[in-house]
């Protein structure tokens, strides 16, 4: 008996519980916080190729006014920047694409 009255192999037990359920919280949190920086990312891949896209669209809107207005300098200028947007769209699809195969083929993560 200790001074609790309970047996020492009772205290044992539940200090041995307690540091279990701590380790499990913190093991618990951990793994949330991977799993939102996991969504955050998803989305912020999905983001990425929606941003060059809109801007490759920008600029084939302003390649037309330029057309319109008869800039011949300014359509060079839009059609090379509507270029630059389509590639980086297409490169940053293609290159999230492998990622997100290559991690699922592996089971690292699920998406």
């Not at 044992?12 to 307690?18: K, N, Q, V, Y």
């Not at 955050?40 to 891949?45: A, N, S, Y």
Request: charged residues 25%; aromatic residues 10%; proline residues 1%.
């Amino acid at each position: 008996m200790n001074v609790c009255g309970l047996p020492v192999n009772c205290l044992a037990t539940h200090h041995a519980d307690i540091v279990y359920r701590v380790h499990w919280l913190c093991t618990k949190a951990l793994r949330d916080c991977w799993a939102e920086e996991l969504l955050l990312v998803q989305h912020e891949m999905d983001w990425t190729c929606t941003f060059f896209s809109h801007k490759e669209e920008e600029w084939i809107g302003l390649q037309t006014i330029s057309k319109q207005e008869e800039k011949e300098g300014h359509v060079a200028y839009a059609a090379r920047q509507s270029k630059i947007y389509q590639r980086l769209h297409a490169e940053a699809r293609c290159s999230f694409d492998q990622i997100r195969a290559s991690c699922c083929s592996e089971g690292h993560i699920r998406l």
